[in-house]
Structures are given as structure tokens and as C-alpha cells.
């Protein structure tokens, strides 16, 4: 087991190192000056290594810290219970419904598929090796952020030790039962396509996980330790199940290429899916119609084919705003005391609207489906690459864009203004329309930024696969940056100042941008 766990790492280390040297080379700048013979750099091959065990690293403790921080710790303060009871509550029944969503074994990736079917390693070696890794991984990585976290509310150590235990028990379980289903009805399992009672479970332990502690109801610890003492014994016994089960090839042959992961065929379901998607929103009447002409036209009617996943959305965020200001408009009515507060977070708050417009925005939603059904057909012809047909089209998209994004903007702008002056407003009068303005000046800023992207970047090849390295980063920095003003505390006046400002600047750099340079960078990538 010990030397088909060291070949599969080797295995895994040279696709993520390969895929790192290739990831590299589709940079603009460096896909020029770099040529294939990088795969058999050395240094570039020692990077690699460097960077797979970095992100290795990562997938052990960040997500976790993210998992602990975020859906765990963060909510304790909501709830009016033992902390220490309320901490286990969360573990246990979020734990089980994980266990089932995030089962590892039955995870169809790529380094499966080469291990057991290019390189044919044993499948039952290399199942119970890579399972008992991600076993080690995950008691290892949740292990010092319960002791950090844990320590926070004052958790006995003894506790802490037994939850990681706990949370390996019942993954070894929920695999267990997977195979054991397999065995007997000849049921496959696919992490990536839970069946429909798998979803209803989940469901009913994150209402178990919330809503019980939201009726002041929750486990106490002892009673909580009581249950994860059980799944662990339980799973003491069953693992004898994972060595004497016979059918490993079999399963992974039919997770892995059946119609799911057998290389051509994974990608092009993947892309079927997601096309089959926005079909079933599209309107495909012959009788929809335009008055405008050109390339007007030719927007006019794509995004009226497309309302339901480009309008609908987008009204539907701004009834959801909408609804949010009332309820709190009336919280200041029923409350007077809340309007300090109301008025103080508004007057510092403006930063963290811009994660918000980011979220609501459907730029990134709308390139994808100008792509998938629309550019993935017409960049085949030599007339659409023309820089005036691109240039022109470019225009009327993004008129339609900045409208799609406008209205839950105006909404949300409009709100925030009354919301400040209900609750006691300012001394400044001009926050009034640095505030309204700043916010959509932040809805025309993504507007733009997605659709430039798309544009400058193009990161669609044949197959509607995502293949721009450039493309993603940019979307990370994008997200990160967004994510950090969260962090920033600044007065309407000189954030919603430096807001519109950069918005102008950016949207008109963009532009200058787009003209001299998508002419030469739209186009299907190979």
C-alpha cells in the first residue's frame, strides 16, 4: 500500500506541476517567449513541485480555517445558548451532512483516472491509500483550528481532540454505506451528482444545524459527545468493510468513464449540462422581435431570447432589496433607538457595498451565455472577427449590461439615500449624492470589468471550456480586492469621491482598451 500511495503521489505531483508550466504559458505576454520544451525544465519542474505542495498545504488547513471560521465560529455570537454546547451542535450535524456531500472516495478528479486506468495501478491499493491520506489531511488540518477556535469559548482539550476523530469516523461511514449500497443494489455513487436523498438529508441537518438553536434548542455537550462516541465505535468495526470490499476497478471504471469522467467525454457533458441550463431559460419563440437594426438588432434579440436569465435575475435582486429596506424602514419606525446605529454603520459603511455589487453583478453570468449561445458558433466566421463588427457589438452589449445591473443598483442606491435620512441623517448634504451615485457608479464598474475581460481575454476554447489562465487570476484579484473592503471603514464623502472617480477612469481606460486591442484577442482559443 505504502509504495502505490508513493505512485500515485508522483502521479498527482507531475499533472499538477505540468498543469502549473501550462497554466503559465497561456500569460499573454509569456506565451510568446516560452515554448513547450518547459515541460522538461528542471527548475521549472522543481517550481511546480513547490507550488503542488503549496496547494496541497492550502486544501489541508484553508479551507478548513474557512469552514470553522465562516459556518461555525463566526455564528456563535447570533444564538442565545452555551457556546460550548452550540460549537458541538454545529460539528455534529454538519459534520453528517458533509460526510455525504464531501465523501473523497467517490470523487471522480483526474489523478484517479490516470492512477488506476493510465498507469493501471491496483485500485484497491490505491483506493485505501488515498482514503486513508485524506483521512490523515483532514484530522490534521481541523485538529489546531479546534484548538484555536475551541480555546476561544473555553472547550476542554480532551473535546477538542475527540471532534476530528469524529468527523474521520463518520466519512469512513458514509463511504462505507456507499459501498455497501453498490454491493448489493449495484448503485454507483458520484460526489459530483447526489442522488435526491442525499440533498434532502443535508437539508434537514442544516435545519437541524440552525434553525433548532434559532428556537433556543440544542444539544448539550455531553449528549452531543455521547453520539460522536457511537459513530466512532461503529466505524472501529466497519473498517474492516473497506479491505474485504471486492469491487474498486469496477466502481472507479463506471464513476470514471461512464459518462463522467472519461477525458473528451467529461468535458463535453460538462459543457452539456451548462448549456442545457441556460436553454431551459432561453425563449426560443419565433415571434420575438426588434425595432432596431444592425447589430442593435442583433443584441436587442439575443437579450430578449435570454430575459429569463438576464432580466428575471435581475428584477429579482431588486424585489429582494427592495423588500430588505422596507423591513428595515419599518424596524426604524418600530425601533427608534436602532436609527443610531443604522445612521452610524451608513456613514462608515459605503466600502462594503462594493462585495455587494460585486455579488449581485451578472456581467460575468452574461459573458458566459453570449459565449455559450451566441460567440461559440459566430466566431467560426471570418466576418464576425472583423474589428468593426466586434467594435459594434461590443457597444450594444454593453448598453445592455449597465441596464440589466442598473436596476437592482438604482434600487439599492435609492434605499441606502432614504435609509440615511430616516435615521437622522448627515450634516453633509452632499453624501447625499456621493452615496447614490457611488453605488452606481460600482454597478457600471463591473458592468464594464466583465465585459472588457471577456472581450481583452476571451477565455472560452471550442469545447466552452474555461482555458485563460489570465482570466482566472484576474477574476481572484478581482474577488480578493472586493472581499477586502469589507475590512475598510470610510466616510461617504472621500470613499464615494475616490468610487466615482476610479469608476471613470477605469471604465474609460477599459474602453480605450477594448478598441485598439479585441480586435486582435476575440477569438476561440484551441
Known sequence: MVSTFIEAFKIKNAYRTNTFIYSIKQFPILKKLLKDTLYSNKILKVLGTIVSVIMELMSIFLGKFLYVWLVIFSLLPLYSVSKIDLFLHFFLFLTLAGAFMNTYMFNPTKDKYYAMFTMRLDARMYTLSDFYYRMFTVFVGFIPLILFFGHLIHLPLWIAFVIPVFIVSVKMLANIYFLKKYEKYGIITDENHPAKGIWIFVGICLLFTYGLPY???????????????????????????????????????????EGNMNMASYKTNTVDVQREQMMKQMDIHTDITSTKHGYAYFNDLFVKRHSKLLLRSAKKTALISLVIII???????????????????????????????????????????????????????????????????????????????????????????????????????????????????????????????????????????????????????????????????????????????????????SLILVYRFAPKTFKLRI
Not at 460522536?228 to 474485504?244: P, Q
Not at 459566430?378 to 452589449?397: A, D, Q, S
Open 215 to 257: 428556537i433556543n434548542i440544542v444539544l448539550p455537550w455531553w449528549l452531543t459527545l455521547i453520539c460522536m462516541s457511537l459513530f466512532i465505535l461503529i466505524s472501529i468495526f466497519g473498517i474492516s468493510y473497506l479491505h474485504y470490499f471486492k469491487y474498486y476497478r469496477e466502481v472507479y471504471k463506471r464513476i470514471l468513464t
Open 327 to 509: 423591513i428595515v424602514s419599518l424596524a426604524l419606525w418600530v425601533n427608534p433607538p436602532l436609527a443610531k446605529m443604522i445612521n452610524r454603520a451608513l456613514l462608515i459603511a459605503l466600502p462594503y457595498f462594493v462585495f455587494v455589487m460585486y455579488i449581485i453583478n451578472r456581467g460575468q453570468v452574461v459573458s458566459q451565455a453570449m459565449f455559450m449561445n451566441c460567440d461559440h458558433s459566430m466566431l467560426t466566421y471570418g466576418f464576425y472577427r472583423e474589428p468593426k463588427v466586434i467594435l459594434n457589438l461590443f457597444r450594444e452589449r454593453l448598453k445592455s449590461v449597465i441596464v440589466i445591473n442598473l436596476l437592482p443598483a438604482l434600487v439599492i442606491a435609492t434605499g441606502l439615500v432614504f435609509l440615511l435620512y430616516m435615521s437622522g441623517g448627515t450634516t453633509e448634504w452632499l453624501e447625499y449624492p456621493l452615496l447614490f451615485f457611488s453605488i452606481i457608479a460600482m454597478s457600471i464598474f463591473f458592468s464594464v470589468h466583465h465585459l472588457v475581460m471577456y472581450y481583452l481575454l476571451q477565455p472560452y476554447n471550442v469545447h466552452s471550456e474555461l482555458k485563460s489562465s489570465t482570466y482566472t487570476v484576474v477574476n481572484a484579484i478581482t474577488y480578493f480586492a472586493c472581499y477586502y473592503m469589507l475590512q475598510i471603514k470610510m466616510p461617504i464623502f472621500i470613499f464615494g469621491l475616490m468610487t466615482i472617480i476610479f469608476s471613470i477612469l477605469y471604465c474609460f481606460i
